[in-house]
């Protein structure tokens, strides 16, 4: 019976064990995902003064107004999708 307890005693801390590490798991990935949003720079669209968000057509990845005024293109990016157009 002893011997019983023990084993229940010792199932119960290994759930609290993983319990704690799956916390520490998720806490750690959103600490990574603040830092990596911090060291992000948000580019403004320069007419209505909105965040630019990443759009994606294709190959070609770009930041574009959500307003629909313009988007913003890197010149290498922009060289390597008119390459591949010809």
Known sequence: MADEKDRFGEKIRDVEAAREDQWARQRDAELIEK???????????????????EHKEGDVEFLACPSGEGAWIEIATLKAALKARK
């Open 35 to 53: 830092l990596k949003q911090k060291g992000k720079t948000v580019l403004m669209c320069p007419r209505c003064s909105r965040p630019l968000v």
